[in-house]
């Protein structure tokens, strides 16, 4: 597709189950990034994938969070044993890296994920 | 940039009256800057982009930004508002070698536009 996609939109769950988010970056894009936006707050640095190089999971707030990205390409947000307060948008971006330039950052439009 | 700092949570305008969104900066050298926008339920978008080119940036739908370096800032700013620029608008620093995908997000600044 032309945008960064995301999967599901929505997504409600009772607490304790796990959950996995879908991002489909821009074909290209060798960077990409999952942010958490809980209601009315900005955006929380989640995770960054760049290439090959080894993710930077500074940002996973606790050890039930995880994320992969296979073949660079599709990257899968998991959530393990979900909590009230997980519940938030979760925004996946891609962008591109050429000859030490960086270009704009492509957002999708997340999926919301609500914890009962 | 090394740090982002939006200095207003929340701006209110009437509709025909200037937007003005500050965010400034701190960085050891010419960083790049970006403003976006997030309109409800939405994904952001890019309005504008400052690369060390001309320090007045235009970006989409009237709004521009002029980068300061004496002042460390780069505001946002638009002649006049309209109904449809209600939204949150993030600046973001670019922070080479830094952790964070290299990107420092201000915690942005909710536009309510009044008829």
């Known amino acids: 597709g032309a945008g960064v996609s995301q999967s599901p939109s929505n997504k409600v769950t009772e607490k304790g189950k796990d959950v996995e988010l879908r991002c489909d970056p821009i074909s290209g894009h060798t960077a990409l990034y999952w942010y958490r936006q809980s209601l009315g707050q900005g955006l929380e640095f989640l995770i960054y994938f760049q290439g090959n190089s080894a993710p930077d999971k500074s940002g996973l707030p606790s050890d039930r969070f995880s994320a992969e990205r296979t073949g660079g390409s599709v990257s899968t947000l998991t959530i393990q044993r979900t909590q009230q307060e997980d519940s938030a948008v979760y925004l996946c971006?891609?962008?591109?890296?050429?000859?030490?330039?960086?270009?704009?950052?492509?957002f999708g439009e997340g999926s919301r994920l609500t914890v009962l | 940039a090394q740090s982002v700092t939006q200095l207003d949570s929340h701006v209110s305008v009437s509709e025909g009256t200037p937007v003005l969104l500050r965010c400034n900066y701190s960085?050891?050298?010419?960083?790049?800057l970006f403003w976006y926008v997030q309109h409800p339920n939405k994904g952001l978008q890019l309005l504008l982009k400052y690369t060390s080119a001309a320090t007045l940036v235009k970006g989409i739908n009237g709004f521009e930004a002029e980068f300061k370096k004496s002042e460390t800032s780069f505001h946002l700013t638009k002649p006049s508002a309209h109904m449809s620029d209600a939204a949150e608008y993030f600046c973001v620093g670019e922070n080479y070698g830094g952790s964070q995908g290299n990107l420092i997000f201000g915690k942005g600044t909710k536009l309510s536009v009044k008829p």
């Open positions: 971006a891609s962008r591109r890296f050429w000859e030490g330039n960086t270009g704009e950052l492509f």
């Open positions: 960085s050891s050298y010419s960083p790049s």
